[in-house]
Structures are given as C-alpha cells and as structure tokens.
C-alpha cells in the first residue's frame, strides 16, 4: 500500500510563499494522476491541482496563477509551490491519487495564513 507523507507546511504572512512536499514510496509512481488537496475547518476537503503523467497541470480557480504543482518521478515526490497566500489558503494540505484513493490518505499539512 502506497504510503503518502506531506511536509512544508508552516505560518506564513499573508502576501508569503510556501513549498511542499509529497513523498510516495511502494509504487509505479510516474504513471498516476496525483492531486493536492486542502481542507479547511468547516469545510469540506477540495482539490486545488492536478498532474497528470505527462506533467500537464490544472488548478482550482481560486488558487490559478498562485500555486505550481509539480513532480519528480525518480524521486516519487509531487510539490506545490505556493505564492501570494491569502488568509483563506489556510487549511491542512493533502496529497493523494486524482481521484482519490480513501485509503492513501496521509497525516497532511497544516498551513496558516495569518498575520
């Protein structure tokens, strides 16, 4: 079973960047659809982008143009570079297959957005 383990999350003020990081072992990585999601209090858990194994990429329209999704195969790790944070990207950030498999979810990410 693929095990999924986020990292990179942090404070930041708003207007701030943050990288994370997606580490995958025990699959044929390259070959899957993989997504960040995110999960806010109170709200339900919502994917803001996608790679697919061509490293082509889509994005939630509230993040497009802010955030990057990428990712290096030989070492089974998807990112999200995240720039010019908003109070409202605050939330716990998941990675996972696109669509999500339920039992790859990992422990996430928090990431907050505050000054």
């Known amino acids: 079973q693929v095990q999924f383990v986020e990292s990179g999350g942090g404070l930041v003020q708003p207007g701030g960047s943050l990288r994370l990081s997606c580490a995958a072992s025990?699959?044929?990585?390259?070959?899957?659809?993989m997504g960040w999601y995110r999960q806010a209090p109170g709200k339900q858990r919502e994917v803001v982008a996608r790679i697919f194994s061509s490293s082509a990429t889509s994005y939630a329209d509230s993040v497009k143009g802010r955030f990057t999704i990428s990712r290096d195969n030989a070492k089974n790790t998807v990112y999200l570079q995240m720039n010019s944070l908003k109070p409202e990207d605050t939330a716990v950030y998941y990675c996972?297959?696109?669509?999500?498999?339920?039992?790859?979810w990992g422990q996430g990410t928090q990431v907050t957005v505050s000054s």
């Open positions: 025990g699959s044929i990585f390259s070959i899957y659809l």
């Open positions: 996972n297959y696109y669509p999500p498999r339920n039992d790859s």
